[in-house]
């Protein structure tokens, strides 16, 4: 179990910088997710025709408990359906403040992080806290001046570093994303 791990680890470093550039350019050609995978969209140029964006679910843990909403979107590649980011942003209960969670592939440079930046605005630092078998994880509630440019913007770009130091960014847009947030809050 411990040697398919580490293989599984090994090959998603290997094809990281390719499976990232791949998604990249599936964006431009504007491919069709696989039928595999319906919620799922792509990173892809603003406006893209017949690619779902920010996608509320709400779920219960019974008949008699409060729904719990959550939005979310994610880029994959084209070819395989393999995640390459989700971004699920939830209500905290409690405290009701935006929590964002981040999915990121395996073969990361960890100590680097994530950063998300709306447009050609400020740059947010998520730290990376937790890896297991189908990615890397970041989770934090979401800054009030992150929320505003979010709400406003057209596209939001995730980037990270793969384990040779090399940038990635992914964009996802953010056209429908007010009214999905308004949907959970």
Known sequence: MLMQSRLVALAAVALLPWGAAHAQQGAKKNAPAPAAQPAPTQPQAEGAPGQPGWIVRCTSASRQAPLECAMEQNAVLTKTGQTVVLINIRIAPDTRTPIALLQL????????????????????????QTCENRGCYA???????????????????????????????????????????????
Do not use: W
């Open 105 to 128: 592939p395996l073969g990361l440079n960890l100590p680097v992080g994530a950063k998300l930046q709306v447009d050609e605005g400020k740059t947010f630092d998520f730290q990376i």
């Open 139 to 185: 989770s934090t509630p979401i800054a009030s001046d992150l929320l505003a440019a979010l709400r406003s913007g057209k596209q939001l770009k995730v980037s990270f570093q793969n384990m040779a130091k090399e940038t990635i960014a992914i964009p996802m847009p953010l056209n429908d994303f007010a009214a999905a947030y308004d949907k959970i809050k």
